[in-house]
Every structure is written in C-alpha cells, then in structure tokens.
T-cell receptor, first 119, second 116 residues
C-alpha cells in the first residue's frame, strides 16, 4: 500500500515551459486535492476533484489545469510556467464522510510533495 | 469563507518542557473539524490531532492535547514533555463537516524549535 505518491519529486523549469505533475493513490479515495505551499503561508488549494471525471477550482487556480481521467490519478498541469509558480506542491486524497459523527470522519492523506522551481 | 490564523511564526521550548501553539479561526458554520498537522524537514504532512466541533471534550493524543474554545473560535495545541523530534513546522487547519469535497484551510504555520 503506497498511499499517495507524487511524480516527480523535484523539477526545474524555464519560464514558459510546460509540465505535468502526477498524483496517484491506491486507497480507492473519491476526493483528491492539489495544494501549493509557499514560505510564510500555509497550504493553499489549487484544484480538487470529488470523483473520476470531475474537477473544481480551489483558492488559487490561475495558471493551472487539472484532469481526473482515472479515479486513482489526479494530474496538475502548468501550460506556461512562471516564476510565481515556484513552490512546493502537495497532493492529497480522502474518502467522503458518511455522516456528521466522528466515526464517519475520514483522514486526508498527503503525498510527499514536489519542489518546483521556475527560472 | 473560512480563515485560519496562527499569530506565532516561531516558538521555542526546552526539551521536556511544555509549549502551547495558538490558532484562531473564523467561520459561520456550526459543524466542522479542526486539525493540527506537523511538517518536519522531510516535508511530509503528518496529522497530529483533530477535534470535532460538536464535541465539547478536548482531544488528546499522548503528549499532545488541544484547548478548543468554540465560542472564542480558538484552537490551541499543547505539547507536553517536548522532545527533539517534535521540532517541526506546525499547521492549524479547518475543514467543513459537509460532504461536498470540502478542503482544508490552513493557517500560516508556526516553526517550533526544541532546545536540548
């Protein structure tokens, strides 16, 4: 059981280049998330998905696109990288809760992060 | 929209002593979860403790406990008998209890140093 994995772990891009970050989970989770972490700030949500074939915008979606073609994978794309997108990117996943009581709580699991530098 | 504020960018504690990290939040919801996450230099996000808003009893996990004040919208983390391995960035986070795929809203983080 690998949990949540992210590929690659590190990447350096030049301004204007494109790339795709891959997130994979083997826990059969419905919900998946992409966050970015910048110094002095907590993690901020970029995009998320509540199921295969669905995506939604989070707090800071501009400059990113996502796809969830398979339940276990959530891809984050940068079409034209900018220095402002230098950050550490985290993927996370969890199952939906089945009710309001504590036994229905489902923990959100995080990947190890991807450090992206845009020059 | 919900917001989470951690007013202490850095804290330090002597090994074996107790330290309290502060967190306040703003929400109009009555049902939600609150969390403390630990992020060591490895960058891995580790769940330390959680609190359900409908529970009045404060959550406890071994040396970690919280002081949850719902009316004041305050959620502090107390670490007792601090250990060198507790040194990390700590994030407070909020999540709605609805089932709409609600995400975590994080505070800015508190960097905790443990001095031997």
């Amino acid at each position: 059981n690998a949990g949540v994995t992210q590929t690659p772990k590190f990447r350096v891009l030049k301004t204007g280049q494109s790339m795709t970050l891959l997130c994979a989970q083997d826990m059969n989770h419905e919900y998946m998330y992409w966050y970015r972490q910048d110094p002095g700030m907590g993690l901020r949500l970029i995009h998320y998905s509540v199921g295969e074939g669905t995506t939604a915008k989070g707090e800071v979606p501009d400059g990113y696109n996502v796809s969830r073609l398979k339940k276990q994978n959530f891809l984050l794309g940068l079409e034209s990288a900018a220095p402002s997108q230098t950050s550490v990117y985290f993927c996370a996943s969890r199952s939906p809760t089945s009710g309001r009581y504590f036994w229905s709580y489902n923990e959100q699991f995080f990947g190890p992060g991807t450090r992206l530098t845009v020059l | 929209a919900q917001t989470v504020t951690q007013s202490q960018p850095e804290m330090s504690v002597q090994e074996a002593e107790t330290v309290t990290l502060s967190c306040t939040y703003d929400t109009s919801e009555s049902d939600y979860y609150l969390f403390w996450y630990k992020q060591p230099p490895s960058r891995q996000m580790i769940l330390v403790i959680r609190q359900e808003a409908y529970k009045q009893q404060n959550a406890t996990e071994n040396r970690f406990s919280v002081n949850f004040q719902k009316a004041a919208k305050s959620f502090s983390l107390k670490i007792s008998d601090s250990q060198l391995g507790d040194a990390a960035m700590y994030f407070c986070a909020y999540r709605s209890a609805d089932n709409s795929g609600s995400r975590l809203t994080f505070g800015e983080g508190t960097q905790l140093t443990v001095n031997p």
